[in-house]
């Protein structure tokens, strides 16, 4: 199954202004219609009825495609993981409850979930790839570092090795990206303070490892 275009990419999301100018507090009534198309599809697919899947992933897939395209924006890595998302919701369609949150939020935690592992995966093999396809250890490495250059790259490649994934890739894209503590709060769908403590535990923890005697 090919995914349609995202919603992302056929048009901006725009909320609706309420009549009063404030907020919705909960969902409207064609939402809250929408809520139990979806969640019924969930339950047949917990009954293994494989159309309910197709109607599922053709209501739903534009809509999480968009979703692992902020994360994975790699298309063909991210059209894999969508079809990993389907699997993972054939197999535990029977968790779903609607007590416990909207079908549209189970499946979009599910798809960036999954792209999130994918690029983790993806990050320990290889570590990860700048926008320009330039090696993130060559944009963190000193330009200007002559006669140490390859002994201080082959350190920082160590040292950034053994933090943990997600700090890692938090202090490439801020530093070599120059993303914001803001846009990686988004990315990774985390508090900014989150974010702000990866940072500081994994500059701290590169520190440490590359001013340790060798």
Known sequence: MKPAR?????????????????????????????????????????????????TLYDRTSAKLFGVILRIQADRGMAEDVLQDVYLRVWQNAASYS????????WLCTI????????????????????????????????PHDSEGTILGRNALQACLGRLDALHRDCIVLAYCEGQSREDLALRYDRPVSTIKTWLHRGLATLRGCLDAPA
Do not use: C, F, K
């Open 98 to 105: 609607p007590g416990a949150g909207r079908p549209l939020s």
């Open 111 to 142: 798809a960036r979930n999954r792209a999130i592992d994918g690029v983790r995966r993806r990050s320990e093999v290889q570590g990860p790839v700048t926008e320009d396809g330039e090696d993130w250890v060559e944009r963190l490495a000193d």
């Open 6 to 54: 995202s919603e992302e990419e056929a048009q901006p999301l725009r909320a609706s202004p309420s009549p009063t100018g404030s907020l919705p507090t909960g969902p409207s009534a064609e939402e809250a219609a929408r809520d139990a198309v979806l969640a019924g599809l969930i339950a047949n697919i917990a009954r293994r009825d494989e159309a309910a899947l197709r």
